[in-house]
């Protein structure tokens, strides 16, 4: 399974920008799909993660009420869309999958995934 981010960029304080990623190879049975960022000199954070169907979802605290994370199974692809941008939003985000369900509390943990993206670069400026 091979995965792509696309969509960073800069924006501002306050604006909103969708960053997406797409599944190729044998992506069909990917349980979960998630989000993560990295800070320069800061480890790898938890963002958002969906399972299949997008049905049950979890996010972090930091971004809960502003992303929204959202997945389309057919295409193998899954979304972010980040509103209400702050500077600490600033990173370098990826995404990451999993083939198989794992219990909700280790959704937000880097090691229960088993694919990652090569990140993209999200700059809020004041």
């Known amino acids: 399974v091979q995965l792509q981010a696309c969509g960073g960029g800069s924006v501002q304080v306050g604006d909103s920008l969708t960053i997406s990623c797409a599944a190729s190879?044998?992506?069909?049975?990917?349980?979960?799909m998630g989000w993560f960022r990295q800070s320069p000199g800061k480890e790898r954070e938890f963002v958002a993660a969906?399972?299949?169907?997008?049905?049950?979802?979890l996010y972090a605290d930091s971004v809960k009420g502003r992303f929204t994370i959202s997945r389309n199974n057919r295409e193998a692809a899954v979304f972010l869309q980040m509103g209400s941008l702050k500077p600490e939003d600033t990173a370098v985000y990826f995404c990451?999958?999993?083939?198989?369900?794992?219990?909700?509390?280790?959704?937000?943990?880097?090691?229960?995934?088993?694919?990652w993206g090569q990140g993209t670069q999200v700059t809020v400026s004041s």
């Open positions: 990451a999958a999993r083939r198989n369900d794992v219990v909700q509390s280790a959704i937000a943990t880097a090691e229960q995934y088993d694919y």
């Open positions: 190879g044998r992506a069909f049975s990917l349980d979960i």
């Open positions: 969906t399972r299949w169907g997008g049905r049950r979802t």
